[in-house]
């Protein structure tokens, strides 16, 4: 039990040799975890074989054992540098060189192909392929290959290679051998075990999330589906509902307008028409508000058809002005016109053009006080356009797309100033739409507002593409 901290203090120290970049991924982190572990496995073996090293009794070859030793764990000891700097790559073959001319000179000097060290120089094409990669291992194999064929035409061709006939050095040679290649065969067995393990985990941890996604991806298809059948049930049903909904209040607007009749051939009951006439007002807005929740409801359900004909937009337009001069008359505003006379008619439905400029027209006057608001017709061989311009407050650039979305206002604060449901603009958007045309917006806050509704001369089935361009002045 006492040793376990001290255990677990060292492998946290001897982690602090892999630097961050190769902990990126659990297999780069492995693989450094190989590459130093064997670092250190050798490390501890060659000092271990220090010691029966230097009790060889033949004086010269003790010395080069030892020498040989010494400075191959001396430069072993670079590839935890290279290791610090990142490089796996160049630490992985550092490594499988250092070893490559230890396992030669021990071959070499062992008794050619015959020598225990012989077997070890086969592990190095695994060694740089787990860790430097494949290229590596590839590269590695091929000078295996070459190495042994070399020793073998070698030793056939007659080159006589020192022979170790001491059956102490032999067996100490062989535990070396066997010692190596327990070492590099563990960590070896170790790493691709323990990647294994990791591979089956990122599989199961990948496949729960696959499925969790699986199953939220149809919960948002089904609630999407739901929404969906919601949303056409709400406009079947509303835009069925249109003759209900008019004819009574049709009926109200008739009998107020009677009733303001009677009175006044009656003579006198001023206060009564008064009240009568506001009940007339309150329902034609009531009805102006359905006809847009309608309409707007119809095109949604595809249910609104259009009904072109001929018709001059320059009259269509000083009509809709008389409508509007007393509303601007009471706000101070001045509505001008400037129509393009020689533009010739148009093919449209002339009823939801009427529409859209109402609404356009309506909005300039009721957002300005004190100024001017502007209606201008301009057009070409293909394409007629109608500007509303006004002086009013303006839109803020970041708003400007709101304004379109039903139910909408720049200011929906519960204080808010200008009366209305969000609904017209939404409205005209989607007739422009339908009758193929777009609609640019531009604005600036205290300056004022242009709308611009471009429409061809004659109506074709729209591609059902909405074209709305915003900008500041």
Known sequence: MTDAPKLRRLLSWARGFIPPELRRDPVTHRRSQLALGILGANLVVGGALLIPLAMIREPELRRIALVNTTGSLLLMLLGVLFMRRGSLWLTGN?????????????????????????ICLTLLPMLAGIISGRRSGLAWGLITVATLT????????????????????????????????????????????????????????????????????EKARHAADQAIAANAAKSAFLATMSHELRTPLNAILGYSELVVDELRDRGGNEDLIDDIRKVHASGRHLLGLITDVLDLTRIEASRLELSPTEFDPARLLREVAEIFIPLALRNNDVLT??????????????????????????????????????VRLRGDPDNFEVFVEDTGIGIPIDKIERIFEPFTQVDASSTRRYEGTGLGLAVCRRLVSLMGGAIEVRSSVGRGSSFTVRLPRRYTIPEHTESVTTSAF
């Open 94 to 118: 550092w490594i499988c060189a250092i070893l490559y001319a230890g396992f030669l000179f021990a071959t070499w000097t062992g008794g050619g192909v015959r020598a225990p060290f012989t």
């Open 337 to 374: 016109l400037d129509l393009a006379d020689d533009l010739g008619p148009v093919h449209h439905d002339a009823t939801r053009v009427r529409q859209v400029v109402i609404n356009l027209v309506g909005n300039a006057i009721k957002f300005t006080r004190d100024g001017t608001v502007t």
């Open 150 to 217: 070399a020793v073998y035409v070698a030793q056939a061709t007659g080159v006589e290679l020192p022979e170790v006939n001491d059956p102490e050095i032999t067996v100490l040679l062989a535990f070396g051998a066997i010692a190596g290649n327990a070492v590099l065969i563990t960590w070896m067995t170790s790493f691709s075990e323990a990647t294994k393990e990791a591979a089956i985990v990122q599989i199961e941890q990948a496949s729960a999330q696959l499925a969790s996604a699986v199953q939220e991806e």
